[in-house]
């Protein structure tokens, strides 16, 4: 497991954009999958994005596509997740998680084995 800490969150409009940062401690952070969740309140956690150990390969929720980019920086244990065109139905506790299945493409909560502690993005007028 690595420990997880993400930052990056707050208040903005409508339309604004967001960067939400991952930072990882351990040794098997380039062997690992990534990915970011999110959680609204009284709604299950749900798959945002994923970007393979690599980073040569990545995947988005429908509702992220276009809007959302992943990415990752092996060289300081960090991923990323670039939000644009932020809309109020993006308010959640955003979560990043690390998947021992470095090459796998994942949308489920099951193969991430840790996971930071969250950061809150509220998109209101």
């Known amino acids: 497991q690595v420990q997880l800490v993400e930052s990056g969150g707050g208040l903005v409009q409508p339309g604004d954009s967001l960067r939400l940062s991952c930072a990882a401690s351990?040794?098997?952070?380039?062997?690992?999958?990534m990915g970011w969740f999110r959680q609204a309140p009284g709604k299950e956690r749900e798959f945002v994005a994923i970007i393979i150990a690599s980073g040569h390969r990545t995947d988005y929720a429908g509702s992220a596509k276009g809007r959302f980019t992943i990415s990752r920086d092996n060289s300081v244990n960090t991923a990323y997740l670039q939000m644009n065109s932020l809309k109020p139905e993006d308010t959640a506790v955003y979560y990043c998680?690390?998947?021992?299945?470095?090459?796998?493409?994942?949308?489920?909560?099951?193969?991430?084995?840790?996971w930071g502690q969250g950061t809150q993005v509220t998109v209101s007028l």
């Open positions: 998680a690390a998947s021992p299945k470095g090459t796998y493409i994942s949308t489920s909560p099951s193969d991430f084995d840790s």
């Open positions: 351990g040794r098997t952070f380039s062997s690992r999958a």
